[in-house]
């Protein structure tokens, strides 16, 4: 080994071993702060259990994330539906579901084809199932802020 990349090579191992460093005291700051995960759904277990198979039935996973559990295949950038609950009532739910247009209720910057459908034709039964799964579906009031920030960048595409 020639005499210059010794010197190379210590510093390089400097460099790795003062990132690593840094990195860990960066990682157990975070860890202190992330004690918990802020969603949360506060739905008996059969309407958890109904709300989920109408989610199932009709898909909705193709566009919404819930409980951060996206469709691989997934290129819509629609809201995710974790503490939706919080963010809008069930009567608010209730409405947008059951509009013939849900973008005359909440405007959608998404072309055409990957806009919400009206689920209108859906049985009301269903829709009421849904929406009381959907209204259950909290955050915990630290993370509410984050949550409507998110919300706002993916209708608005803007930085809230």
Not at 11 to 36: R, Y
Not at 111 to 134: C, F, G, H, I, N
Request: net charge positive.
């Amino acid at each position: 080994m020639k005499k210059g990349e010794k010197g190379v090579l210590i510093f390089i191992a400097m460099v790795v071993l003062a990132m690593m460093i840094w990195n860990s005291e960066k990682l157990s700051k975070s860890s202190n702060q992330d004690k918990e995960i802020p969603f949360y759904s506060d739905a008996s277990m059969d309407v958890k259990q109904a709300g989920s198979a109408i989610y199932r039935r009709y898909q909705c996973k193709r566009c919404h994330s819930l409980w951060t559990v996206k469709d691989i295949m997934q290129t819509v950038p629609a809201p995710a539906l974790d503490g939706i609950g919080a963010l809008r009532d069930a009567y608010w739910l209730m409405r947008y579901l059951s509009v013939a247009n849900p973008q005359d209720i909440l405007p959608s910057r998404l072309k055409t084809e990957y806009r919400m459908p009206s689920y209108s034709t859906m049985p009301e039964k269903d829709r009421k199932v849904l929406v009381a799964y959907l209204a259950s579906l909290k955050v915990k009031p630290w993370y509410l802020d984050e949550l409507k920030k998110t919300e706002c960048r993916k209708l608005t595409g803007e930085k809230c």
